[in-house]
């Protein structure tokens, strides 16, 4: 006899894979030449704890808190000015390619380009995660907000069907097919910001890949 469908937890999604992201994300960022940088490293950093505190504050807790209303809006706005500053370095990255391209090394344009790329696919994972159903904390009720996505776990009964949820790394995988296939391989976009948010995150990663990568070939071929 089949064991019946798991139900879906009502605890509070464990933050610790997040905090981790957003770390590895700020370590990228502040790692970048100040050529590439819309603000300086100190306020870069200051700026990426600010960003981690609501994280932070729930992952110390095992779970034991939810997030207040004002931690919340923290996060968004944090996500928000970071796809802003993010966009920022890489249009200054290609500004310098276009216009100073000469002055670069190929080691220091890969490596440019990488921090950008996977910081990218980090970003966008986090703000599906912190999107998608009104958050990790929404999720988990019975009385959920409409899904911004469809995963496939959710059509088999061996995973736990309809009353599957997904966590950060379902997200962060979807992110990174996102950035490297160019199109949804997994879960499917049900809503316009969804499809918005997918279209913005590949717009990214294709002039990363295209043109920063091109042009650190062709620097080590001439």
């Not at 464990?14 to 300086?40: E, H, K, S, T, Y």
Request: hydrophobic content about 55%; charged content about 15%.
């Amino acid at each position: 006899m089949a064991p019946p469908p798991r139900l879906a937890s009502p605890a509070i999604e464990p933050r610790w894979p997040a905090l981790l992201a957003v770390l590895v994300m700020g370590a990228l960022l502040m790692a970048l030449p100040n050529r590439f940088r819309l603000v300086p490293v100190g306020l870069d950093a200051a700026f990426m704890v600010v960003g981690m505190l609501p994280i932070l504050a729930v992952a110390l807790t095992g779970g034991e808190r939810r997030w207040l209303t004002w931690e919340r809006k923290l996060v968004s706005a944090f996500l928000i000015a970071s796809m802003a500053m993010e966009s920022a370095n890489l249009f200054k990255l290609v500004k310098t390619l276009l216009f100073g391209g000469d002055q670069l090394g190929a080691r220091e344009l890969l490596a440019s380009g990488l921090a950008l790329w996977v910081s990218n696919v980090i970003l966008f994972a986090l703000a599906y995660w912190h999107g998608d159903q009104g958050g990790p904390e929404s999720r988990r009720q019975d009385h959920a907000p409409q899904a911004d996505w469809h995963f496939p776990q959710q059509d088999l009964p061996e995973a736990g069907g309809d009353s599957w949820r997904p966590g950060f790394l379902d997200y962060l995988f979807l992110a990174y097919c996102n950035a490297t296939a160019f199109s949804p391989t997994g879960a499917v976009p049900l809503r316009g910001r969804a499809m918005v948010l997918m279209m913005a995150e590949s717009a990214v990663s294709l002039i990363t890949l295209a043109v920063i990568a091109a042009r650190a070939i062709n620097i080590l071929d001439s």
